[in-house]
């Protein structure tokens, strides 16, 4: 059975940092063959992809996450990171990870990020 578990969310001052991480079990995060990715999804609005990190260590980025988030993996813990800078308040949203494998998808519960003053 595959999961994995989010932490490290919370609420955070706007121009502060968090780091995501997403652990996993069942699935290995070093298998040549899975993607790990990182969504988020805020309040009345749809799931949006945040970052990519392939098995390869290369990792894909979108619009203007890039700079801000770093997304990273440990091979010996199983687990990827998300790290977020200089935070927004827009970037307030759940956010959850995934692990993709040929066809299957598997999904995290989720953490919440606020980012208020």
């Known amino acids: 059975q595959v999961q994995l578990v989010e932490s490290g969310g919370g609420l955070v001052q706007p121009g502060g940092s968090l780091r995501l991480s997403c652990t996993a079990s069942?699935?290995?995060?070093?298998?040549?063959?899975?993607?790990a990715g990182w969504y988020r999804q805020a309040p009345g609005k749809q799931r949006e992809l945040v970052a990519l990190i392939h098995s390869g260590g290369t990792t894909v980025y979108i619009d203007s996450r890039q700079g801000r988030f770093t997304t990273s993996r440990d091979n010996a813990k199983n687990t990827v990171y998300l790290q977020m800078n200089s935070l927004k308040p827009e970037d307030t949203a759940v956010y959850y990870c995934n692990a993709v494998l040929g066809d299957a998808t598997y999904w995290g519960q989720g953490t919440q990020v606020t980012v208020s003053s």
């Open positions: 069942g699935i290995s995060f070093s298998n040549k063959d899975v993607t």
